[in-house]
Structure formats: structure tokens, C-alpha cells
Antibody, heavy 121, light 107 residues
Framework: EVQLVESGGDLIEPGGSLRLSCAVS????????MHWVRQAPGKGLEWVGR??????????DYAAPVKGRFTISRDDSKKTVYLQMNSLKTEDTAVYYC????????????WGQGTLVTVSS | DIQMTQSPSSLSASVGDRVTITCRAS??????LAWYQQKPGKVPKLLIY???TLQSGVPSRFSGSGSGTDFTLTISSLQPEDVATYYC?????????FGGGTKVEIK
């Protein structure tokens, strides 16, 4: 059974930085493209970005609202993916989900439980 | 970027009713369309991928169809446990946009 466990969510002031982690078990992690999805309170789902596997170049893509501020990285030896968030804004307040890209395509067959990031002064 | 538009944004139906949710992409995405179910306070769950392939363990009353720009999610006989918000997602190209969601309630 694939499991994803996020950590690192916190209350942070605007302009601050935060790093989220997502530990994956039960998966051939090194072959998987990993994504982050967020959900603001009472709102819908928003794709944040993804990182490809090392064999696919470990390249990253981001949604426009976070591009240049957020960075996704991975450590295959730890089976962990990270989301570094800089220059945080109040509108970044959301539950952040780590998601496991399926082998057949970039839909998400497994989700973490989510971690709450609150950006407020 | 491809925009995903769902309709309706909410609906109320009786137990046993047939429910249909529509998702429209602003550009063709072939069949690279997934549907997710999110029950109140819970993590989203994959229901359907490749527009019509049912994820393992999902009840057969759920079905999906469509290709190109127009897609539908159908619940053939609505059950109380289907109360949730349903989202479509484009995974044909980045950004992998989601639709705005359709909230399904029991009348």
C-alpha cells in the first residue's frame, strides 16, 4: 500500500519561507513523478507543481501563481519530495497535498493527508 | 493554459436518481481527464482516469465518458455515501488544472 505523509505546515508571516516534506512508502519512488496540490479554505483544488523522476530529467513545472517563489525537489534515497515556499503571501494559505503520479499518466492515484499552511500577520 | 469548466457547481438529487456532471476543457485534451471525489473533511480520491476507466475499488454506479473537450461523470443511482464534491482534472499538459468542483447533495 502506497502511503504519503506530509509535514512542515505552520503559521508564517507574509514574506516568510517554509519547507514542506512528503515521505513516501510502498512505492517505487524513484520512478514516480510527484506533484503538489493545494486547497484554500472552502475552495477547490489547485495544482501547484510537479517534479519528474530522475530518469526523466528531474525537471519541474509550476502553476503561474507560484512560479519563481516555490521550488520542488526530491531525495530518492529518502523517498521524500519537498516544497520550498518563499515570499509567501496571504493567498498561499491552504492545505497542501502531496500526490503520487500514476504510472500511466499524471493523474493522482494516491494523496497524502495534507498539511496546513497559514500565511498571516 | 487550459481552463476546465464544470457544471453545475452544485446539485441536489434524491437517492436512486441518475446524476450527471459535465466538464469542458478550453482546448482538446484527448482523453487525459480524471475525476476525483472529495467527501467533507476528507482527502480527494481518484474515481476515473483516461476519461472512462474506473479506478480499482470504485463502485460501478460511477462512469465517465467523453473525449476532446467535453466530458461527463455519471452516477447511475445516487447513494447517501456519494455526498461529496467532484472535480475533473486535465492531465494532458501542464498546468494540470482542475475544474471548479460540483457539490452533490441529497434532496
Amino acid at each position: 500500500e502506497v502511503q504519503l505523509v506530509e509535514s512542515g505546515g505552520d503559521l508564517i508571516e507574509p514574506g516568510g519561507s517554509l519547507r514542506l516534506s512528503c515521505a513516501v512508502s510502498g512505492s517505487t519512488f524513484s520512478n514516480v513523478w510527484m506533484h503538489w496540490v493545494r486547497q484554500a479554505p472552502g475552495k477547490g483544488l489547485e495544482w501547484v507543481g510537479r517534479i519528474k523522476s530522475k530518469k526523466d530529467g528531474e525537471t519541474t513545472d509550476y502553476a503561474a501563481p507560484v512560479k519563481g517563489r516555490f521550488t520542488i525537489s526530491r531525495d530518492d534515497s529518502k523517498k521524500t519530495v519537498y516544497l520550498q515556499m518563499n515570499s509567501l503571501k496571504t493567498e498561499d494559505t491552504a492545505v497542501y497535498y502531496c500526490t503520487h503520479g500514476a504510472a500511466l499518466g499524471s493523474f493522482f492515484d494516491y494523496w497524502g493527508q495534507g498539511t496546513l499552511v497559514t500565511v498571516s500577520s | 493554459d487550459i481552463q476546465m469548466t464544470q457544471s453545475p457547481s452544485s446539485l441536489s438529487a434524491s437517492v436512486g436518481d441518475r446524476v450527471t456532471i459535465t466538464c469542458r476543457a478550453s482546448q482538446g485534451i484527448s482523453n487525459s481527464l480524471a475525476w476525483y471525489q472529495q467527501k467533507p473533511g476528507k482527502v480527494p480520491k481518484l474515481l476515473i482516469y483516461f476519461a472512462s476507466t474506473l479506478q480499482s475499488g470504485v463502485p460501478s454506479r460511477f462512469s465517465g465518458s467523453g473525449s476532446g473537450t467535453d466530458f461527463t461523470l455519471t452516477i447511475s443511482s445516487l447513494q447517501p455515501e456519494d455526498v461529496a464534491t467532484y472535480y475533473c482534472q486535465n492531465y494532458n499538459s501542464v498546468p494540470h488544472t482542475f475544474g471548479g468542483g460540483t457539490k452533490v447533495e441529497i434532496k
